[in-house]
């Protein structure tokens, strides 16, 4: 019924830049709350930024200031700009949105997209 699509992902050298968009897509009414997460090797993954559907943003300490999460409610994408990249970046990015349907019940719904893989290295 719904789809996370991402897209963006890449080997980078330290201090470069990516950005990563996640389309949904699927019976949709509306997206309340979109983030990125990660999940390097060995490592539990975890929350990197966070929008809601007003543009309220909040982000990992480690990213402030680097990384920035944008929307565009319109067409249900959420975007992550990666400045100054970081070896410790490295890791497999998921998307992730929380959502009310066209179905009943309406939801909310968790969402996950396939992750793309990020790799930050000289």
Known sequence: QVQLVESGGGLVQPGGSLRLSCAASGSILSIYHMGWYRQAPGKQRELVAHITHGGSTNYADSVKGRFT????NAK????????????????????????????????????WGQGT????SS
């Open 69 to 72: 999460i944008s929307r565009d």
């Open 117 to 120: 893989q990020v790799t930050v």
């Open 76 to 111: 249900n994408t959420v975007y992550l700009q990666m400045n100054s990249l970081k070896p410790e970046d490295t890791a497999v990015y998921y998307c992730n949105a929380v959502m009310a349907l066209n179905i009943v019940p309406r939801g909310p719904y968790n969402y």
